[in-house]
């Protein structure tokens, strides 16, 4: 599919062996006895949890399995009924959400959220952190802010570039499509020159070639050296670009490592990937007849 | 028919206290839900407080006439913290639901007979504006006695000073909202409305841009309700609910999210309603209309209705909107 050359994985992350809950060598995010419940729905309950710096790790399972719910209790969007969690050694714990994405920690929805009615640029523009003009007394006068401003801009230009959607720039965000969204939402997360980038989803409905760049996206943002931590169902995909894979079954961790291991376990195949990953899907329902041996 | 009386009379609703008032009080709910997108059906008690903070202030406090009316200013600010804090971190629909309630609650106030003394209850307050000892708003007026203007547009001095008064305040709220809303801060305002989870995931704090839009539209409905007072007696009868559904009706005449649209909302609101009042009373004396004058002048608030209906169904970006908002309209 990809006739880049091969991206360089970051491999010895894990101290010891490669169970649930192994300690990492450099960690990010360590997560603690975090546990959350819905009524009698136990949706998280994880026991321990760290997240290598520096790498992409992919967090998978099933559906319901509680990857969206970490990912909200993790950055402030919900609370958790108990447990303890930090991000580079700071706690986290009932920190408000707008205060973990200051930290550096920013992160994405399932449900693009793009902001309809403010043009493409408005969008990125908002992303930027630490805009003097934000605040109400200076807003008033252009002085304070009108120079980072600009700045700001062409900023954003160059990102906007990069996603392609340069030519978009005064339009509405409501004007463009799904997979466009997606990308501008990405781009509008790394305005905020984040530490640690929490994609939730980032392919779901996009097209295969805009898969394809926004996979060379992600794996750009580990040069820049930033942490990426994304929620995913396409394997192809995590077996590419993630470094570290997380597997979660109902609320709790099943297994984690790197992605050619991990993806052979029982465990992860019975939970989640199903004996036929490899089969095509024709020949699961037995609809079409499938030639083998040819042009794989 | 009179058409010249009923001419004269709809061109006179251009520029009156009250219109201006209604600008003032618009140019609030443009704040509110335009650009932040919080639902406030309370502006009336919002207006409220800020024309009864400057009576009081000036009756019972004996206080000047610009330091009652910033206690009346105040009193928004107070209104609108009380009325924030618990809810804005609820869905917007509770915001709705609360304010609708406090402003009845506020209104409720100022009528009960149990602070008769300080609220006058049913039949409001009067004398502030001029007072006996000279600190009075209409003490201070620099116009000298006598009628100016022409036509329709015919003032004596002291309605000719709330106007000059009203103006200016109405410039200067024009011009902060103006500036406000093309700053970073105005960006960070519209993307909540859109969005406010996004905007928290961008490390806003969300929770104090949405008091602070409360308090800035409040203060400017505090401001109508005060240039309202400064023209006349007050009473309580006049904030009740149907003034806050006057005051959306200008609001989304002009277009919700524009600066100058709740300004022109206000004036056209007022040039129809002066307009109506004057029509449907002569068309039912000269038999066109099969209704006594009574009912035909109480008409003129079915078709108010009927016109806000339409407008929200077919311009519901009002007329200064911009076009390409329809298009995206959730």
Redesign the interface.
């Known amino acids: 599919m990809s006739n880049n050359e091969k991206p360089q994985k970051t491999t010895d992350l894990h101290i010891g062996d490669a169970v649930p809950g192994c300690k990492k060598k450099d960690p990010m995010l360590v997560i603690d006895h975090v546990k959350k419940t819905f009524g009698g729905l136990t949706a998280v309950d994880v026991e321990h949890l760290e997240i290598p710096s520096g790498v992409i790790t992919a967090l998978i399972g099933p559906n319901g399995a509680g990857k969206t719910t970490l990912f909200n209790l993790l950055?402030g969007?919900d609370t958790p009924d108990t447990g303890a969690w930090s991000f580079m050694g700071t706690s986290l714990s009932g920190v408000?959400?707008?205060?973990v994405?200051?930290m550096g920690q920013?992160?994405?929805?399932q449900l693009t959220?793009?902001?309809?009615?403010?043009t493409v640029i408005?969008?990125m523009?908002?992303?930027a952190?630490g805009?003097s003009?934000?605040?109400?007394f200076r807003?008033?006068?252009?002085g304070f802010?009108k120079k980072q401003?600009e700045d700001i801009e062409v900023k954003a230009m160059e990102l906007l570039k990069r996603f392609k959607l340069d030519t978009k720039k005064d339009d509405?965000a409501?004007?463009l499509s799904g997979g466009q969204r997606k990308l501008l939402?990405m781009a509008?997360?790394l305005?905020?020159d984040p530490t640690l980038v929490m994609l939730d989803e980032p392919m779901a409905g996009v097209n295969p070639a805009l898969t394809q760049s926004l996979l060379d996206h992600v794996i750009s943002l580990k040069g820049e050296g930033m942490t990426v931590l994304f929620v995913e169902h396409d394997m192809h995909m995590v077996r590419h670009i993630a470094d570290w894979v997380v597997v979660m079954a109902e609320g709790k961790v099943v297994a984690e490592g790197p992605p050619e291991t991990v993806m052979k376990e029982q465990a992860v195949i019975d939970a989640y990937l199903g004996a036929h990953q490899e089969t095509d899907l024709g020949e699961v329902t037995g609809r079409i007849n499938i030639i083998k041996g040819e042009d794989k | 028919m009179d058409w010249g009386s009923i001419l004269n009379n709809t061109l006179a609703g251009f520029l009156t206290p009250t219109t201006i008032a209604f600008a003032l009080a618009a140019l609030g709910l443009a704040m509110h839900f335009g650009f932040a997108g919080l639902l406030n059906f309370g502006i009336a008690g919002f207006m409220a407080i800020g024309g009864y903070g400057y009576a009081i202030s000036v009756l019972t406090f004996g206080l000047p006439w610009w330091a009652g009316m910033l206690v009346g200013v105040l009193g928004s600010v107070v209104f609108a913290l009380i009325l924030g804090i618990p809810t804005l971190r609820l869905r917007g629909d509770y915001l709705a639901i609360a304010t609708i309630a406090a402003a009845e609650i506020a209104r409720l106030l100022f009528l009960t007979t149990a602070f008769t003394d300080v609220t006058g209850s049913a039949d409001g307050l009067f004398g502030f504006n001029s007072r006996p000892d000279g600190s009075g708003f209409q003490n201070s007026n620099p116009i000298p006695q006598g009628t100016y203007g022409f036509g329709p547009f015919t003032y004596n001095e002291q309605t000719l000073w709330v106007l000059v008064f009203g103006l200016i305040v109405l410039t200067v709220a024009v011009w902060f909202l103006w500036a406000l809303m093309r700053s970073p801060w105005g960006r960070v305002i519209k993307g909540i409305r859109e969005d406010e989870e996004a905007v928290r995931s961008l490390g806003k704090n969300v929770f104090a841009y949405k008091l602070q839009a409360l308090v800035i539209g409040g203060v400017f409905g505090a401001l109508g309700g005060i240039i309202y007072t400064a023209a006349q007696n007050i009473s309580p009868g006049v904030y009740v609910t149907s003034l806050t559904f006057f005051i959306w009706t200008s609001l989304l005449l002009g277009g919700a999210a524009t600066i100058f649209g709740p300004v022109i909302g206000a004036v056209i609101f007022w040039v129809i309603q002066a307009f109506l009042s004057n029509l449907l009373p002569a068309l039912s004396t000269s038999g066109i209309l099969p209704v006594s004058t009574t009912q035909a002048s109480t008409l003129r608030f079915v078709l108010v209705g009927i016109g806000l209906m339409l407008l929200v169904i077919y311009r519901p970006q009002g007329i200064f909107g911009d076009k390409r908002e329809l298009t995206f309209v959730k």
């Open positions: 950055t969007f408000p959400s707008f205060k994405a200051q920013v992160r994405t929805f959220k793009a902001l309809s009615l403010l408005e969008n523009k908002l992303g952190k805009q003009g934000e605040s109400i807003a008033l006068f252009p802010w401003d509405f409501a004007s939402e509008r997360a305005m905020t």
